[in-house]
């Protein structure tokens, strides 16, 4: 079911945000799809370290994923080797309803470094076609070992230009 009457926002992600988004994250699903987990995705002091670090950085666009007035989730461009990558994570209860791609597209308007990647598991289906409808190409694979599956799996690199 799509829903298509919803208040999404995007604002720019505050410490205040990070204790809702650690919750997210231990989602044993959601990790599972993401697979390139933290080592311990348990450990909440790692993340708000690693948050405060991120939230800091120019280089880092943090945004909180809004839903009529609640935190639904997060999207963020980082560099990684010298390339913009994307990310995002939407909290479970609020999967198949559009949001990731509306987040996604209203997110591409207000962060314009191009090109700009998104990497997603071989088999997560739902984000590999959130970025298609948001005009990113599959460009490659790769192989990575996913702390969120303890196994090495496929990933495939999309490219927006």
Same mark, same amino acid.
């Given at each position: 079911?799509?829903? *298509? *009457?919803?208040?999404?926002? %995007?604002?720019?992600?505050?410490?205040?945000?990070?204790? &809702?988004?650690? @919750?997210?994250?231990?989602?044993?699903?959601?990790?599972? %799809?993401?697979?390139?987990?933290?080592?311990?995705?348990?450990?909440?002091? +790692?993340?708000?370290?690693?948050? *405060?670090?991120?939230?800091?950085?120019?280089?880092?666009?943090?945004?909180?994923?809004?839903?009529?007035?609640?935190?639904?989730?997060?999207?963020?461009?980082?560099?990684?080797?010298?390339?913009?990558?994307?990310?995002?994570?939407?909290?479970?209860?609020?999967?198949?309803?559009?949001? +990731?791609?509306?987040?996604?597209?209203?997110?591409?308007?207000?962060? *314009?470094?191009?090109?700009?990647?998104?990497?997603? +598991?071989?088999?997560?289906?739902?984000?590999?076609?959130?970025?298609?409808?948001?005009?990113?190409?599959?460009?490659?694979?790769?192989?990575?070992?996913?702390?969120?599956?303890? &196994? @090495?799996?496929?990933?495939?690199?999309?490219?927006?230009?």
């Amino acid at each position: 079911m799509t829903t *298509h *009457h919803f208040d999404l926002r %995007l604002r720019r992600t505050e410490i205040a945000d990070l204790d &809702t988004l650690f @919750e997210f994250q231990l989602d044993k699903k959601g990790g599972y %799809l993401a697979a390139f987990m933290p080592e311990d995705p348990t450990d909440k002091t +790692a993340y708000i370290d690693k948050y *405060h670090k991120l939230l800091n950085d120019p280089a880092v666009n943090n945004q909180t994923i809004m839903l009529n007035d609640k935190i639904v989730g997060s999207i963020a461009k980082f560099v990684m080797f010298g390339d913009n990558e994307l990310t995002y994570w939407i909290d479970k209860q609020f999967w198949g309803k559009g949001i +990731a791609t509306s987040a996604l597209k209203k997110f591409m308007t207000i962060e *314009h470094s191009r090109p700009i990647f998104g990497r997603v +598991a071989f088999d997560n289906f739902g984000s590999q076609k959130v970025l298609e409808k948001c005009g990113f190409v599959k460009v490659g694979t790769n192989k990575g070992f996913a702390n969120a599956r303890q &196994t @090495e799996i496929e990933e495939f690199i999309y490219k927006l230009t």
